[in-house]
Structures are given as C-alpha cells and as structure tokens.
C-alpha cells in the first residue's frame, strides 16, 4: 500500500471512531462500558510488552518515529478512560488550604467565581467549576457568576446544567436570580476587576439573559467586593488570577481561592505563600484533589488515571530516545 | 387572695423596675480625640432580647478612636482606627460595629450601622462615601463635599447556630467630623518612582555616551547571528519565510518588538529576494506589519517586490490561528519560521510543526511558560529581554545599543539589591526587603 | 509628518500615562481606563479590516483556483453561517438552545478541543526528540523531567510508596517546581520587566520606530 492509502485508512479509522464514540455516547451504552479488571491487567501487559519490543527494535538499529509515539500516547490516554482503575490522589499543601477555606463559608454566604477561561482549558477546569459550585450548592451557598473571557460564562452554563440535573442538586429546587445567578462576560480584563471595587452595576449592567442588575434578589444589594464572603477564580491565563490578586485581593480586600492550569500554577505559588491566595488548584491533578476533597469522584479523577497512563508513556519514550542516542553515539564513534 | 395577688403584682413589678435601674445606669469609658459641642456620655446599649443580658456582658469600649481621610487615593474614603477594647483579651468582644451619621450643620445626624469586623480588626475603610460628580467639579476640588462623624461599638453577643440570645454593645465616643479627599501623589509608590528615574537615568546616560560615540560591547545572540544564514537557506531552497509575530495585539510590548524585528527580516528578505509571508492573529497588527514590510521593500530598494497580500489577516482565535498556520506549514514546507512575540499555549503546536517539516526555527518570546516548548522544538530561542534587545542587536544603532547597556547597569543594581536583601533577611534586618514593597496596583 | 505626528502621540500618552500611575487625583487615575476603552474600541472597528482582508483572499483563492482553494470555501461558508446566524438571533445569540449555541457547542468547543489536545502529542514528540543527555545541562534537564513527571501523576508515589513521607517523587517534584523552577522563572521576570522598561522608553523617546515603518 502506498503513502496515499495510508492517509485514507487513517482517516478512515479516525471518522469510523468519532461515529462510533457519538453513537455511543447517544445511546448511553459507552458510558457503562468498561473493561473489567482482567482485561485492564492484560491490555496494560500487552502496552507494556509493545513497548519493550520497541526498545528492542531501537536498540537493533530501527528508532521509532513520532507517529508510533503519537499512536502510543493516543492509546495511553483514552484506554484508561475504559478501565476499571483508580488511582488514589495526593492532596497538596495549596489544594487542602483551598478546602479549608472552602469550610469557613457560612451556609447564605455569597460567593463570587469568575470563568476565565475558554474550551480548551475546560479538561482541567471545568471539574473544579462544578466540584466547587457543587459543594457551594448542596450547603445553600450563594454563587454570583461572572466571566473576564468570552467563553467564560457559556462554561458556566455547561456546568449548571450538569449540576441542576443531579438528583441531590435539583431536589432542592435552586432559584435562578435567588441562589445562583450568571451576569455573564464583560470586556476590559484587570479594569473590569478595578471597576468592580467599587460599583458591580457599571460592568454587569444585566446578567447574562438581559435580566437588569436591581432585579435580581441575589445581587440586588451587592454593591462591590465588600457584599462577597469569598471569590473563587478559573484561570487559564490573562486576564485571570494574577490580575484577581493584584486588584481584588491586594486593593478590595477579596478573600480568595483559585484553580489555574497546569501550567500556569507555579507561577501563583509565590501567590499562596504570601497569603494573598487562599489556597490554589493546578491542572488535572488539582481537578482531582478537589473532587477527593469534597468526597464526589468525577472527571477529574477518571482524567488524573488517564494522564498517569500519559505521562508513564512518555517517560518510557525518552528512555527508549536516549537508548537509540547513546548507540548512534557508540556507532559514530566506532566509526 | 386579693391581697396575696397584689402584693406578688407589686413585687415583681419593683424587681423589674430595679433590673431597669441597674441596666441603664451602666457606663461606658470615653476617649476624648474630636470633641463635639456638648458631651455626650455614651451608654451601655442593650438591644430587645428574647432573653436576659448577663450583668457584666457589655465589654469596655474601644479606646482612643480616630476618623480621617484614606491617605495616597483619589478620595471617596476615610479610615476609621481604635484602639482595641481593654475586654478583647478576655474574650468579651465578638466584632466591632462601625456607625456614621452625616454631617447635619456641624452636629451628627441620625448613625446608621455601616458595617461589622470581628475581634482584633482595628481598622476599617469606608468607600461608601458620597463623592462629587462631573468632570470638572473633581478636576478643581481635591476634598469631597459630604462630612460625615464616626463612632465604633464593641459587642458582645450569645449566638448558636446563627440565631443571637442576647447581645450588648459599649459604644465609644463620636469623633468627626471628617472629609475624604484626593491627592496629588501616591507616595506609597515612591519607591517605584526611584526606581524608574534611577533606570531611566542609566539609559539615557548611556544613550549620550553611545551617541557620543562611545563603542558599546554587546554579546552575541546566537539565534540573531542565525538570522542571517535562515533568511539565506530559504532563498537558496526556493521556499518561503513564515514570519509569525505572536498571536496578541498592538497593547502587548512583545507584539512591538516582534514587528521590529519583522522589519529587519523583511529587509533581508527582500536584498535576498526571499518570498516572505506573515500571517497575523490581529487585525491591528495586519495594519501595523504591512506598513512595517512595505517600508522595508522601499529600504531595500524593492518597492515592486512588496505584495499586499503577504501580510494577510487569519482569525484572532486562538486556535483557530494555530491550525491555520500549521496547515500552510504542511502545505508549503517554508525554510525558515519565525516566531517573534507574544505566545500562549499555540507555541508548541507552531514549534513543533515547523519542526516536522524540517524549517530552520528561531523564536523569541518573553512568556516564561512557553520558553520551555520554544526551546526544546526551535533551533534557536530568544529568551525573554533578548526578545526587545533584538531590534538594538540587529540594527547595531548606538543610540538602541546605548539603552540595552543603561538596562544592564539597573539590572546590576538589582542583583546587588537582591544578593543585600538575602543577606540581610538571613541576619533578621528585615527593614531593607520592605524598601521595594509595592502597594496597590 | 505622517511619521512625526504618530511619534508625538506616543511621546505624550506614554509620559501622561507613566506619570498617571503616580497620581491618584481625577483625572489621572482613570487614564489608563480610558486609553483601555479607546484600545477596546479602535481594535473592535479594526476587526472589520482583518474579516474583509479574509474574506477578499479567500474569494480571490477559490476564483483563481489557487492550491488549497478548498480550504478557502470553508472559510467562506464558515464565515458567512456564523455571520449571518449572529445578527438574525441579534441579542439573544447567547441563550441556551440558539443557533449560536449550537454552533459553540457542537462546533466551535469539540474545534477548539481538538487542537489543544494536539498539545498532548506534540509535548511527548518534543520530549523524545529534546531530552537526550548530550551533556550536563541536558542531562539535569532530563532528570528534571523525569522526576517532575512521575511526580505529578499518583502513580510517581506508588512506585516509590517505600520511601519515607516528604523523600517521595510528589514531595520532589513540588520541590523542584517551588525552588528551582520558581528561581529561573522570577530571575527570567527580572530581566524581561528590564527589557520592557528599556524598550518603552525607546518607543515613547522615538528612538525605536520600527513599528512606524521607520528607521
């Protein structure tokens, strides 16, 4: 078969995937579909056997090229989704200072979390969105939602729909504009922060469905910063926590918790140690940590197997990587 | 009967007429700091309760209180201080209850609760003030117009589970009354103006040294010596140069140095007489690097060379500018990428494409998450500063040269400053570290 | 003219706003709100110069047939159905259940999705290919890696669940992403916040012109 071939067959597989996963999905029977333990043992043998054959290959001349690596690392991360493993998550030192901060909101306290973030980022937040807005949910916490990114407040959505759908959740029939409510986007990134100190009306004139600022109960008397108990933010990059601490957190007075990317966390760290973070949650682990935290295992933890799977993959390929470099290295200086 | 009712009527009604007495005859300490015309005695104030107050509930009241302008801010708030009640210790005090009263000709109005702060706070900042309105009534007048007087209660209260048995306040004396005002300088940023002058001051020092002709050494940078050679291996392969300057918009600094270092490239490539493409993420920067390109054609003496369309407009998503790149990348196999600004998570997905085709790769951003991808996929990355001392490099401009120099000196001073600062903070000085505090934002 | 009168702007807002940072008396301390909201405007009408310029090239691509004038059909008809659901729906684009929604969800989110997952590929392929122990520097960097992995997933502490409490990958890994890693980065911020100062003050002072077109 020639390269032409190839690329169709491939393409093939990839759309016959995508209309099986959506069947699936449709029909509900993906969701209950999972490997049983046997079978989780074995296809993690036989990953692991692939790959020792691999390192074989390398060391007997034949490298392997990215496409295997990219085939390996597709497999590494979406079987695992259909295993029936667990994995037990760490709890870090800034993920238990967020719960226990998290503990300290009084049962009709407001709380104000902002989505900054967009689809892309939504893996790694949006399990800490609804774990967070959950746990705010079930203890009658007042969640006032807003978004700095455009996307941010349709995340939102996304998350309250799931939550109002859980039986737990729905039973105690939440009132929109009186236990939650979504004023949506507002553009201006740190200045709309600013202006929020001292009016919340001038940036969210409406909420999100149009609905003016007055009439709403939950917010109609919420001036600024000093009407909310806590603030919890999602941040996938700017604006987002940064510009949260050095205005809302360092001029209001906000007390605040935050869940970032992985990428960007460590760069909040120095954040947490000052105090002007209470607490941070970073990446998919942090997903994970919260939903342990708060006792309800979702996407989070599912994901933190998958990307274990992931990261073991990778690690095995360097290995492998610097086996074939240190024997190019060997011939070249036999040579 | 009769007589026995009356008298046990009458007894009960004499014990709470002395339970009365004994409540209302209670006193609170006074701190003298604004008087008002006449004293007034602050008394201990017991509210409705359900039931009764402890005889000895009420805490003192908070000591020594002041009321005065919220210093180094555009006006519209006033601090309120105490002293903390000499009860706080003993666990009498639950919070704090802040009332104000507006200024009614030069006597306190009717106070009003303003807000509450628990045990050990203070300090409170009203913004709730009424500040004037319109553009020129705040340009002129510094002092806001409304007054208003101050007074903190200590209070101290039986609560479970958020419903309150009984609670009890000692008030302190008024203190106003007081105005907010704006200032013309923030002085707790002084040393951020310090700072600047002294940088400032470096730069422009060595600008007149090197205008003066002074010779500046500058080390080299291997990805801008490269420069040179992948505008060349693009001309010799026939292929084009991708110049990608950053997937943000003309209000980053970074986007600024990415298209000044397009104007060098462009100039190259057009003595090179190399097909040079720039896709752009924003619509001002398309405006901005098609002027930039067209004025280095006509520099280059290749004014006819010069194509609109070279410099074309994608999408400002993310990453729909991402695919969009890599799939010209795959399509037409430049020789050389550049990628010159401000990046996010789209560096590696740009790197590592470029890098698949086999394209010479130099980049530059001063995103410190993504030097990591830049630098594991690139053949040479600018890292951080050397990203804004490339336009300096390139040109070799004494007067640019000058300022990298100046910027080097300051960063001189703040290795010193740092190395002090450790050295102190090891030794328990901690008077040194809190010289470079910055406030607010 | 044409590149003095720009030069002069510069000049002026640059030293306004520097000196507004200072002064929190009306109206320097909304200047810097201002010049936000005068961005945000001027870069909102710039849009249409940017969505005309792509749509121009792409009509002028499938007309003259150009390679890869397919792609440029899918723009056309991409832009065109986004468009015109956005201004039918008007300002009830947003509510749940519209066509703009639809579109999000189904087409722009799973889009958006897609590419950043990529990243997952492209990190494991930059891995195999960058970290190779050439010499110390890559080598530390290896070790770094390794150890930074394993240290993130809970799968780093199972394998080493003999060792002591605060001796395992998680308690590494944290390590060297609080101390080292932080060190680099903050040392790396220093010298680009320099580099800002430096180069801003080239814009403002006019020293630096490139951006106009200039020497």
Redesign the interface.
Known sequence: MNGRMYKYLAAVAVVTACVLLYVGKRVAWFEDMMFPTWLSILVCVLIAASMFWILLRTIKGKPAERRTVFLYVGIAVSLPLLMTISVHVPISTEGQLLFDGMKRIQPGSKVLVSFDYDPPSAPELQPMAEAFMRYCFERDIKVIIIGLWPQGPQQANLALAKLLAEPAISAKNLVYGVDYVNLGFQSGNEFVIQRMGSDFKSMFPADYRGTPYDSLPLVGNVRNFSGIDYSFNLSAGYPGTREWVLIGVDRFGLVMGAGNTAVQTTGMYPYVRSGQLKGILGGMSGAAEIEELTERLGKGAKFMVAQSFGHMVMIVFIVIGNVAYFLHERKKKKA | MKQRCRNRIRTVSLLLIICQAVVSSATSVFAQSFPVTDSTIASAHVEAQVYPVPPDAAPAPPLSVTAGDTPDDAGGSLTIRWDASADETRGKVKYYRIFRAPNVGGRPGEFEPLGELPAGTTQYSDGKIATRKGFWEQVLHSTDSAAYFYKVAAVNDSAVNGTVYWQAQSESEVVGPVRSSAQWFNFQRINVLVGLLLLCAFIVYYIERAKAGKPIFIRKIAGLEAVDEAVGRATEMGRKIFYIPGSQDMDQVQTLAGITILGRVAEMAAVYDARLEVPVSRSLVMVTCREVVKEAYARAGRPDSFNEKQVHYITDDQFGYAAAIDGMVVRERPATIFMMGLFYAEALILAETGNFVGAIQIAGTAEPSQLPFFVAACDYTLIGEELFAASAYLSREPRQLGSLKGQDIGKGVVLAAIIIGILLETLGVYHFAQLFKVIGY | MRREIPLLITGIVGIVL?VA???????F?RM??WS??W??I??AF??????L??FR?SIENVVKRK??WG?AVVIIVCFLISAGVGFIEG?DF???GSAS?WI??YV??P???T??A?????????????????NLDATLL?LA??FV??G????G??LVGFLPEHWRL?DLS?WV??FP??AG?RA?????A??????????ILG??R??????
């Open positions: 520097v940072y200072f002064i929190p008396h009306f109206p301390n810097a709100d936000a909201d961005f945000s001027v870069a710039a849009i249409w110069l940017g969505a310029n792509l090239l390679p890869g792609y300002r947003r509510n749940p929604d999000y969800n722009y989110t889009l958006s999705s590419m950043f990529i990243l997952a590929f492209f990190v494991a392929s930059a891995s195999y290919r960058a970290f190779r122990a050439r290896l890696a390794f992995m394993l993130r997933v809970p799968i502490d199972m998680s944290t992403m609080n890693n932080t980065q790396i911020l220093i010298g680009i320099l580099g800002i100062v430096s180069s801003s003050l080239r814009i020293i630096e490139s951006h106009l077109g200039g020497d």
